[in-house]
């Protein structure tokens, strides 16, 4: 976290209507340096990052489903990474792109297509 703490697996949602924020279930890994991306239907794309005392890089992604409150871990993105963008394109897709893999910055771009699940 920008704090110095160090990563956290913690996450909080506001409630409009209890004027409150609210505890979620933890992430499965704690992060830190990751972006986390607002889709449609309320839905929250956390995506890499870095982890533990030395802030390794992650190339994980999961899934907050706000309806529910819950993680889904996603698939990799590939290249681990930290300090890096990520943009919400519509449709499903997010570009996730730069930032530092290990000590060097990347290059690497990635879209990031989550898929809408049916109800069932």
Known sequence: ????GGPLDGVESY???ANAWIGVDPMAVSRGL???TSLPEHN?????GGEGVNQLDLGGVELLELQTDTWVTGHSLGVPR???????LGNGRTLIAGGRSGSAQTRNAVIYVVERRSAP
């Open 44 to 48: 929250l794309l956390v995506a890499a």
């Open 34 to 36: 990751h972006t986390a």
């Open 1 to 4: 976290n920008i704090w110095g």
């Open 15 to 17: 409630s409009i209507s």
């Open 82 to 88: 930290a300090y890096h963008t990520a943009t919400h």
